[in-house]
């Protein structure tokens, strides 16, 4: 508490009066009643608090035209901290208000210092409290500080205000009894006017009921109340329900009356001189359109930009408007003097217009309070043009389109109108457009953790867009750029910002600002939160018992706000399906929430708005809005890393650029780069983690993975064995055994791994891709076409799971289900250059060229890659030389040293029969991979076909040293037999990977090609026989045993097989004719 003035604030209520620049000091009035009180009798028993108001009298003497205030009040310094309140200041207005303090006493136990007596004295200044806001108010403060005040002391001071205006012409109103802020153990309150005066007073249901009592010419309010604490407003209500004690006073008969009052001042001083610079300004605007609407608003510009605010309230400022002349020769004036100003140029353009009288923080239930002048601190114009009303306030900034004219929410005005002047509700309508809109964009394609470009861009519309420009206007230079830069890194701390702009339009008045930088994703915890996408919050609707508890809440009105944040996300984040959990269309309190959640083709957008709809919502319907904004702050919109998703080259970029300091941060980083082949920094990451913790269950069965990778099987056996020792239930331990059983060849242990590891983590896509995959090789195709199908539904894009159901259904015969795989895998990856790749060689093998070529097309125009290329060329029919040669052409122009793109040109050479071209090629390439067991036996094939025996021997040899595992050694065979050269050594590559895998049906069927080749037909026979008996419907090995068939002369079983290979696969036919081969 600073000083009494906060008590005087609240305890007297004086309007305007008389002149008296000096405090008088005198007697009480003789028309004020003694009430008997004494600081102490009345003293109650101390508190905490620092003072404490001991009594407070006031008593009012109403007549015509004239008030006098006079206050009593008594309050105990309580502690050192309420010492403050003894540096008393009393204001008031020389012009009209006449000051008269009557006591100034201190009471210490029974010993009383009269203050005043003892000679101190009043100090009168001129402070001009708010010139920050442009307010000369003229008025004076009366300032003492009582000498010698203790803790303890009862400071009593007695005073009384004189209030006198002519303008209001002999009317009279006050406010009384306004007991709101401190505690008061006893009060009284007394107004007495004659009883010729027409008096109404309204009270607020916080007082007594009080009756006016009529004694000879005189009439009374009278009211004493003991141990009064502050009114609390109901929590969230709106202005009307928080002016808590109050006693209203007017003798107007009606708003009417305050119209007939004020009119007449605002006519009189709306009036143009005929000639001079306002007059010019007039004739400029009238020359510049015909249209009301244009003129309209270039008259309110003039006013509002070439003429600065200032409030005068001195003198009969506080009422009377000062000419338009007048203000405009000033280039200053308050909201009197610029509506005057406006609606003198306005009439002058033919444009209707009135001065309307609000509130600017009380017009809240006016109209439930009486007329008074005193209600109303603000004016503005209502304009008429064409019929529609527009509100126009001089004292505003850039206000240049009437179409942006809004409803200013005060509440109520009054027109001030000569005759018949009403309250007019003055209530705008929900905003139509965002008063703030957001968009984000983040550009996370290079991956989550590298730094994301970003976009931000808010505009700013309305008040808030004025404010905005206002602000920015007075800076420039680097001032201006480090102001932006302070902004957004406080709205973003994560971004480092690198440019930014702000700019203006005063045609659509919106303020556009902008921010580009780099931002840093948090997706630490596996899960990224969106940028101020949340909606509601921890509302708190409850009130305590107490009168007005059923009140309605307030609500902000008009506000809209909306936010569109975009995310572009690199591959492996599935779609989201409409109608997801995070979405809200709800209104709630008075307001609508709006949220939009969406995840397609790898871009995340989110769609928020709040936009109010009512100022206020009932009580009623206050504990469900507490549930429901209460769901809505907690349902925060995330986005979710898939379990499957790979660090991209950004990401390893950014995690190989610190070392980590956790075994988990090393077994992170450890998994992205095993993720990516990177088997020997991988493992040493594994082992820094068990540096850490030795005895880390996952740890040790990420660093056997590492080494089955690596292929030394042994140790890594031995680190799921001490994993599981640790941890029995480590699934990633039973993942690294069903690897390891899978590198064995062993599908049977491989399926038992896999499915003990999904028992423990039933969603991991690991365990149940390559359980999938282990059905197949185990032969199970139900199993496995069922484990891809669960596969495909909880990850959509997995390419793989598409190709593997492809495959199997390819090899039972089922070529349109195996179309239609393709079909869907497209569809889940629109944007995925490798899924329509995989999809066109699935169309491929259903016979369905067409699509083929229309998915590699779209593959090339997403983004042109070489291997695409290479792989539509090899659809291409036969016959199609040229085009397979653009294709492969198309391929080394976009990577030259290709190893795919120079072997498939070599081998159209070798189809050719431009054998020792071919040679020459295959020579260049493997120059640059010389280690490519592929391009040496397609050179040991262009030099068999050349006679070259010598030199093809020389390069299958080689080939042969570099190959060790079973489907190795099974494609040299392979190789060999479809090119018709060096059977004798492909049937001894055959024999070693059936010897390593007796039983793999590709195996048995290129080893019954090699025997077809060299015409040994029964061996032939038996051998596809075999591989058909694992896989029944394997078109190459039925189509080689139907040649077989044919050759011994058997066209009946040959035809049977020819038929069952055909709808097993449409193009086998052209297949084995590529190696010349024919029925």
């Known amino acids: 508490m600073r000083n009494l003035a906060i008590f005087a604030a609240l305890l007297a209520t004086s309007a305007v009066a008389r002149a008296g620049d000096k405090v008088l000091v005198g007697p009480t009035p003789a028309w004020v009643k003694?009430?008997?009180?004494?600081?102490?009798?009345?003293?109650?028993?101390?508190?905490?608090?620092?003072?404490?108001?001991?009594?407070?009298?006031?008593?009012?003497?109403?007549?015509?035209?004239?008030?006098?205030?006079?206050?009593?009040?008594?309050?105990?310094?309580?502690?050192?901290?309420?010492?403050?309140?003894?540096?008393?200041?009393f204001p008031w207005k020389p012009d009209t208000d006449e000051l008269t303090v009557h006591k100034l006493l201190i009471r210490r136990g029974d010993k009383t210092i009269d203050v005043l007596a003892s000679g101190q004295t009043f100090t009168v200044v001129r402070r001009e409290t708010n010139l920050e806001s442009a307010t000369l108010d003229g008025v004076l403060t009366a300032n003492i500080q009582p000498e010698g005040l203790q803790v303890g002391d009862v400071l009593q001071v007695t005073m009384s205000m004189t209030t006198s205006d002519p303008v209001i012409q002999g009317h009279v109103e006050a406010l009384a009894g306004a007991w709101n802020g401190v505690p008061v153990d006893r009060a009284h309150l007394r107004v007495e006017w004659p009883s010729a005066v027409p008096m109404r007073f309204r009270q607020t249901a916080s007082l007594p009921a009080m009756k006016a009592i009529r004694s000879g010419d005189m009439t009374t309010l009278e009211l004493s109340l003991d141990n009064l604490q502050p009114v609390l407003a109901p929590k969230g209500a709106p202005v009307r329900y928080q002016i808590?004690?109050?006693?209203?006073?007017?003798?107007?008969?009606?708003?009417?009356?305050?119209?007939?009052?004020?009119?007449?001042?605002?006519?009189?001083?709306?009036?143009?001189p005929a000639q001079g610079p306002l007059a010019e300004e007039v004739a400029r605007i009238k020359a510049l359109s015909t249209d009301p609407g244009m003129r309209a608003e270039a008259a309110l510009t003039l006013v509002q930009d070439r003429v600065r605010y200032v409030a005068l309230a001195m003198g009969t400022g506080g009422l009377v408007p000062a000419d338009a002349a007048t203000t405009w020769s000033r280039r200053y004036g308050d909201c009197k003097g610029k509506t005057v100003l406006l609606l003198a140029i306005l009439r002058a353009l033919g444009i209707e217009g009135e001065p309307v009288a609000v509130s600017s923080v009380l017009g809240d239930g006016m109209d439930q309070r009486l007329p008074r002048v005193g209600a109303f601190d603000h004016v503005l114009v209502r304009a008429t043009i064409a019929g529609r009303s527009y509100w126009m306030d001089g004292t505003r900034k850039g206000d240049t389109s009437l179409d942006r004219l809004t409803v200013p929410a005060f509440g109520w005005g009054l027109p001030l109108v000569p005759s018949g002047a009403a309250l007019v509700r003055m209530m705008p309508s929900p905003l139509e457009k965002p008063a703030q809109s957001v968009s984000i964009t983040i550009d996370a394609r290079a991956g989550l953790t590298a730094p994301a470009p970003i976009k931000v861009e808010t505009i700013f519309r309305g008040d808030a867009a004025a404010a905005a420009n206002a602000g920015l206007a007075n800076l420039v230079g680097d001032a201006r750029d480090r102001a932006l830069r302070d902004y957004w890194k406080g709205q973003y701390d994560s971004v480092e910002v690198t440019t930014t702009t702000a700019t203006f339009d005063p045609k659509s008045g919106e303020e556009r600002m902008t921010m580009e930088g780099k931002a840093r994703m948090d997706w630490s915890s596996g899960w990224y939160e969106t940028d101020g996408t949340g909606l509601g919050y921890k509302a708190d609707f409850s009130r305590d018992q107490g009168p007005d508890r059923d009140a309605p809440f307030a609500v902000a009105y008009p506000y809209y706000n909306m936010s569109v944040e975009t995310i572009l996300l690199p591959p492996g984040f599935p779609d989201t399906k409409t109608g997801v959990k995070n979405d809200i269309d709800r209104t709630v309190a008075g307001v609508e929430y709006h949220r939009r959640v969406r995840l397609t083709d790898g871009t995340f957008r989110v769609e928020t708005s709040e936009r109010s709809i009512a100022p206020e919502f009932p009580a009623k319907d206050a504990a469900a809005a507490q549930i429901a904004l209460r769901e809505f702050a907690d349902d925060t919109v995330y986005i979710r890393r898939p379990d499957s998703y790979r660090p991209t080259d950004a990401d390893m970029v950014v995690a190989m650029q610190g070392t980590p300091k956790t075994a988990a941060a090393f077994l992170d980083r450890g998994n992205a780069l095993m993720d990516r082949q990177r088997f020997d920094e991988a493992l040493k990451d594994f082992e820094a983690a068990l540096a850490i913790e030795p005895k880390n269950a996952v740890a040790l069965a990420d660093r056997g993975l590492a080494r089955v990778w690596k292929q030394d099987l042994p140790a890594g056996a031995r680190d799921f064995d001490a994993a599981l020792a640790v941890d029995p239930r480590n699934a990633v331990a039973y993942r690294g055994r069903g690897l390891l059983a899978d590198m064995q060849e062993k599908p049977a242990d491989a399926i038992a791994a896999y499915t003990k590891a999904l028992e423990l983590e039933p969603d991991n896509p690991f365990a149940l891709g390559r359980r999938a995959a282990a059905y197949r090789a185990d032969g199970k195709a139900a199993l496995a076409l069922s484990d891809a199908a669960t596969a495909i539904a909880a990850y959509p894009t997995w390419v793989d799971m598409y190709l593997l159901r492809a495959n199997i259904l390819r090899g039972l015969g089922k070529t349109d289900e195996v179309a239609s795989e393709a079909a869907a895998l497209a569809s889940a990856n629109p944007g995925d250059v490798y899924a329509h790749v995989v999809a066109a060689s699935l169309y491929g093998a259903s016979g369905r060229k067409v699509d083929a070529m229309r998915e590699y097309d779209r593959a090339i125009a997403i983004k042109p890659e070489a291997y695409i290329y290479v792989n539509r060329a090899g659809w291409r029919p036969k016959a199609d030389r040229t085009g397979r040669m653009a294709d492969i052409d198309a391929a080394l122009k976009l990577e030259p040293k290709s190893e795919e793109a120079l072997a498939a040109k070599a081998r159209l050479m070798v189809e050719g029969g431009d054998f020792a071209s071919a040679a020459s090629l295959y020579t260049v390439a493997l120059g640059d991979h010389p280690k490519s067991v592929d391009l040496l036996v397609g050179r040991g094939i262009a030099r068999a076909k050349a006679g070259d025996m010598t030199g093809s021997g020389k390069d299958f040899a080689a080939a042969r040293a570099g190959v060790s595992g079973p489907g190795e050694l099974n494609n040299l065979c392979w190789n060999k037999a479809t090119a018709g050269v060096e059977l004798e050594s492909a049937l001894a590559d055959c024999d070693a990977a059936l010897l390593k895998s007796p039983d793999t049906p590709s195996f048995l069927d290129s080893k019954?090609?090699?025997?077809?080749?060299?015409?040994?037909?029964?061996?032939?026979?038996?051998?596809?026989?075999?591989?058909?008996?694992?896989?029944?419907?394997?078109a190459a090995s039925l189509y080689g045993r139907a040649i077989a068939w044919s050759r011994k002369g058997d066209k009946a079983k040959a035809s049977a097989d020819q038929a069952a290979a055909r709808k097993a696969s449409p193009g086998v036919e052209d297949q084995f004719a590529g190696y010349g081969l024919r029925l």
Not at 1009 to 1022: H, N
């Open 244 to 272: 808590g004690r109050l006693i209203e006073l007017s003798d107007f008969t009606s708003w009417a009356d305050l119209g007939s009052l004020l009119a007449p001042l605002y006519q009189k001083a709306a009036v143009l």
């Open 34 to 89: 003694p009430t008997g009180f004494s600081a102490a009798a009345t003293a109650g028993k101390p508190d905490d608090s620092p003072v404490r108001m001991i009594f407070s009298d006031q008593q009012l003497h109403l007549d015509r035209g004239r008030q006098t205030v006079y206050s009593d009040m008594a309050f105990r310094i309580q502690t050192p901290q309420g010492l403050e309140a003894g540096n008393i200041s």
């Open 1008 to 1034: 019954g090609l090699v025997l077809l080749r060299l015409g040994r037909v029964d061996e032939a026979i038996a051998m596809y026989g075999r591989a058909l008996s694992r896989a029944p419907t394997m």
